[in-house]
């Protein structure tokens, strides 16, 4: 039986986002609508984005859903297309956004998914179920493709010589396979406290998904979103979400330290965004019932009243 999905740091941030009755908000990454059921009770209008079909379509089946669907809009697409969806509806600013970013927990613990490894299943691991799976990938990249890929998004140092590993076995078509392959390239011991196919999992997932290129598509369409006053919470798992998060939230506040090339010396962009005190990560009470929410970290900060640059547009 899997485990029941439980949101990552929900205190903290409903608390962050500062819900009020009648407010309008974006959940960026529903999944099993954690943070929007919160927000709902607080009595916002939730906006709520998933390409995976399969939440959406639990998330229609939600008593909200039919009793208020004007309290409860669900949107499957990517979070990327935030901007374009909330003009669609004649909605020009919101109050508040919120990114969990990464593999839900539901799709990690469906094995027919392909996500992790703890099961056997098919090597797919599609967020959205169509388009190239993490199968057709590997059985057609070569090898400094692959290598590219583990070493940019799973930070593999040998990556290498588990590209020439998987070019040997192919052609793949479960996890099992190659999580064997990975873990004999790189010589898996037992006892070692992390398995060594963590890496290239983690890697295939974010090529496959392009998910660094949907986060900072995300960021910048949360900028252009907020109203001033408005909250942005984001969630993430790893260091490269967590860097890219850091870095935006940093530029956009004026501390990026460099200045801009387009004013004098010495002057700084206005700051599009206030960051609201430091990352949060789970306390120990989280941690015990919930063991991955241990790498979860949260950053904040609230909207000004600044344009947003252009890019965000």
């Known amino acids: ?182 873990r004999k390239a790189l010589g898996h011991k037992p006892h070692d406290k992390k398995d060594p196919a963590t890496r290239t999992f983690q890697a295939l997932r974010i090529h496959v998904n392009g998910e660094l290129d949907e986060l900072a598509a995300g960021l910048h369409a949360a900028e252009h979103l907020l109203g001033e006053g408005g909250r942005l919470a984001v969630v993430s798992f790893h260091s490269l979400e967590d860097r890219m998060a850091k870095r935006f939230l940093r530029e956009a506040s004026g501390g990026s330290g460099g200045g801009s090339r387009h004013l004098p010396a010495g002057e700084t962009e206005p700051a599009i965004f206030t960051r609201i005190g430091k990352p949060v990560r789970a306390g120990e009470a989280e941690l015990s019932r919930n063991p991955r929410a241990r790498s979860a970290i949260l950053r904040h900060a609230q909207r000004t009243s600044t344009p947003a640059r252009k890019e965000a547009a």
């Not at 990517?78 to 374009?84: T, W, Y």
Request: a negative charge; hydrophobic letters at 45%; aromatic letters at 6%.
């Open 1 to 182: 039986m899997s485990a029941p999905h439980i949101p990552v740091l929900l205190d903290e941030v409903i608390a962050a986002l500062d819900p009020r009755p009648g407010d309008v908000m974006i959940d960026a990454t529903f999944g099993a609508g954690g943070y929007t059921r919160a927000l709902l009770d607080h009595g916002v209008t939730v906006h709520a984005f998933d390409r995976d079909p399969d939440a959406i379509s639990a998330g229609r089946e939600w008593p909200e859903a039919s009793a208020d669907p004007q309290r409860l809009v669900l949107h499957a697409r990517r979070f990327s297309e935030m901007a374009e969806a909330m003009t669609d509806e004649d909605i020009a600013r919101v109050d508040g956004v919120v990114m969990d970013i990464g593999v839900s927990s539901m799709q990690l613990d469906q094995a027919e998914r392909g996500f992790a490894f703890s099961n056997d299943g098919p090597l797919d691991m599609r967020m959205s179920q169509s388009g190239e799976s993490a199968a057709d990938f590997l059985n057609s990249a070569d090898a400094d493709t692959i290598a590219d890929v583990l070493y940019q998004y799973g930070e593999e140092r040998q990556s290498r010589r588990v590209a020439r590993a998987i070019i040997a076995a192919r052609p793949l078509s479960t996890t099992g396979e190659l999580a064997s392959v990975v």
